[in-house]
């Protein structure tokens, strides 16, 4: 595609309801990577994809928060029994390939949740 | 927590000023990058410096590294009223497979005036 896709755009949860996030990153990106970004912060790193493989997942901030790319492409992030404190924009981010430390991350335009 | 701290947290000057951000970090790194967000949209990647490099032009955005200081500036001359947005530094840190996640700054948010 064109560029990193995310849907929804926008979530409203009420607190304790699941919610899955999904991104649709640029075709033959072989990276994949999860930030969550609060109001006025930069984004902060949550886990990392190469290929289907989950590499680092130490920016999860809880065991409510899973992600999966079962086949290397498309990616969930789901977040069980949410709480206010996980209102935030998810930014999804690909590139090309691994490995390589000039590699370029490129963004979707996020999904804003709002937990009430 | 973040990598680093950027100054100033918010900026605002006149279309055609020229714009000077900063950031500094914490740990050593192999890369810096500069992105670009606009209201409500994703990051835009401006430009890369590498540790080993002092400075680096991409048209209007200047930026320098000083490995010692741990630290970075981004400068953005004859500024337009579309170069409104906020600017994040993001470091890199290793080059494992398992080191690929940047780590970003809490942003300088830019206004420009027309």
């Known amino acids: 595609g064109a560029g990193v896709s995310q849907s929804p755009r926008y979530k409203v949860a009420k607190r304790g309801q699941d919610v899955a996030l999904r991104c649709d990153p640029i075709?033959?990106?072989?990276?994949l990577f999860w930030y969550q970004q609060a109001l006025g912060q930069g984004p902060e790193f949550l886990t990392y994809?190469?290929?289907?493989?989950?590499?680092?997942k130490s920016g999860l901030p809880s065991d409510r928060f899973f992600a999966e790319r079962p086949e290397g492409s498309v990616s969930t992030l789901k977040i069980q029994r949410t709480q206010q404190e996980d209102s935030a924009v998810y930014l999804c981010?690909?590139?090309?390939?691994?490995?390589?430390?000039?590699?370029?991350?490129?963004f979707g335009a996020g999904t804003r949740l709002s937990v009430l | 927590s973040q990598q680093g701290e950027e100054d100033p947290q918010a900026l605002s000057i006149q279309e055609g000023e020229n714009a000077t951000m900063n950031c500094s970090y914490k740990?050593?790194?192999?890369?810096l990058q500069w992105y670009r967000q606009n209201s409500g949209r994703g990051l835009v990647h401006l430009i890369l410096?590498?540790?080993?490099?002092r400075e680096k032009h991409s048209g209007r955005l200047r930026v320098t590294l000083d490995t010692s200081k741990k630290s970075s500036s981004l400068l953005i001359t004859a500024s337009r009223a579309a170069d409104t947005a906020s600017y994040f530094c993001?470091?890199?840190?290793?080059?494992?497979?398992?080191?690929?996640?940047?780590?970003f700054g809490q942003g300088t948010r830019l206004t420009i005036n027309p």
């Open positions: 994809f190469q290929n289907e493989a989950q590499l680092d």
């Open positions: 740990t050593s790194i192999n890369n």
């Open positions: 981010a690909s590139s090309l390939r691994a490995g390589i430390a000039k590699n370029i991350q490129y």
């Open positions: 075709s033959g990106h072989v990276s």
């Open positions: 410096i590498r540790s080993n490099e």
């Open positions: 993001a470091t890199r840190l290793g080059t494992l497979q398992g080191a690929q996640k940047l780590v």
